[in-house]
Each structure stands twice: as structure tokens, then as C-alpha cells.
């Protein structure tokens, strides 16, 4: 087999996965879910940790990195992950999730899903995420929360931008300079990278949510409620009014 070198014009593609790592946190050794997203003409890259894979992560996940790109690039490469796909077809067609659809509608980007079993199709981020793990990961992090992870490992990535890829004839961060202007600019308001769920109150002024309960002031009491659960914080609403936010 023979093979010809990829070259992608500056803004037009960028490339997802999920890693995973073990970091102490709070004095506990635990596995974290890292979302990665490497721009392709760049090289640059965004890092964030989570607790889980779940598609509210997933959309936090792209919402911030393209906060650090400052913009969106036109394409993102994807395996068939569940927060995106919810059919595999033929070749490279899917039945998104629905949700997914609306999230891609909002920032306006197209999605492409490799072939089942082909991760090489988005080799960028597949070194990516050793990369990043090899480097920024090692030795063990120890931090407090998440937002202390995900700030060092923000700030690696920033520190990054000085590498110099191998066969490249710019920095990281000077090819991204030139990449910025050919992205797509972001929305006015970000996409609210939450499940939202109708949730029936407790006589002990409590919801429940995936086995957790959360209390709300007993003096708001209302027998109908909205839960929305982000990533790390859940909010309980009452039409629009936020009645209680609590760590997820």
C-alpha cells in the first residue's frame, strides 16, 4: 500500500476524540474522561477533563474549545460515538442524534464520521491524545477539582502553541494566527450544553435525578419543576427563575 500526505487549507477541518487519564483529585486517584479537539491545519490543540463521556460533556467539550480557537472551523471528524450518532448506515452516512443536529445547527459546522473500525481517518487527534496524556499528564496531575485540571490543562495547551511540528515551517501558535481568520466566527450566545428534565418535588423539598436528590428552598416550593444538568452543576427552575443550583 502507498499512501498520500493529507494537507488541509487553514479553518476548513478539525478532528474529536475522547482519552482517557488518572489524575489525583481531592487526594483520590481517579479516572477522568479528556476531551480533545486538534485543529488540522494548526496543530493546535484543546484539552478538558470530565467525569463522564455524557453528550452534555461532549457539547461543553466543543464549546470551549471553540472559545480557545476563537472561532469554528467548517468540519469536525468524529468516530461513531452515541452523544453524535444514533444510526450507522452506509459508508460514511449516519442518522445523527437529534440533539446533536441542533448543536451543529446552532455553531453551523458540517460533521464527518469515519468508517467503523477506521480511527486512522482522523489520525491528528488520534496522536493528540497520547500526545497530551505523555506530556501534559505525566507525571500524575494532583489537584484539588476539576476546574484546577482543567486550568493546567488549559494552560498546557497554551504553552504548546510555541512547538514546532516536525516538516513544519511555523509554530503551532503562528499557524493557528494565520488559521484564526478562516474559521467561522462564534454565535452571539453559546448552546446551553445541558439535559433538561421535568422533575416532580418531594414532601422533603427534594427532586431526584439519575439516583441523586437535590433541595431547593423549602419557602419556593412548587410541585412542578425544570432540573437542567450541566456538566458539574445542576439548576432547578420554576418557569424561568432558578430556584437552586448544586454541584452535580
Known sequence: KVFIPL?????????VDWGEAVVELAGERVTVQVFFMRLCYSRRLF???FPAQRQEAFFAGHVHAFAHFQGVPHRIAYDNLKAAV?????GHTRVEQTAFTAFRSHYLFESHFCMPGKGNEKGGVEHAVGFGRRNFMVPIPKVASFDELNTLLLNECLKD????????SLTVGAAWELERAALMPLP??????????PVVLTPYSQVEFETNRYSIPADKAQPQL????FPFRVDILYLEEVLASHLR
Open 7 to 15: 494537507e488541509n487549507d487553514p479553518g476548513t477541518d478539525a478532528q
Open 47 to 49: 484539552m478538558m477533563a
Open 86 to 90: 444514533q444510526k450507522v448506515l452506509t
Open 161 to 168: 502553541d510555541a512547538r514546532q511540528v516536525t516538516g513544519q
Open 188 to 197: 452571539a450566545r453559546p448552546f446551553a450544553c445541558c439535559v433538561t428534565r
Open 226 to 229: 425544570v432540573l437542567r444538568a
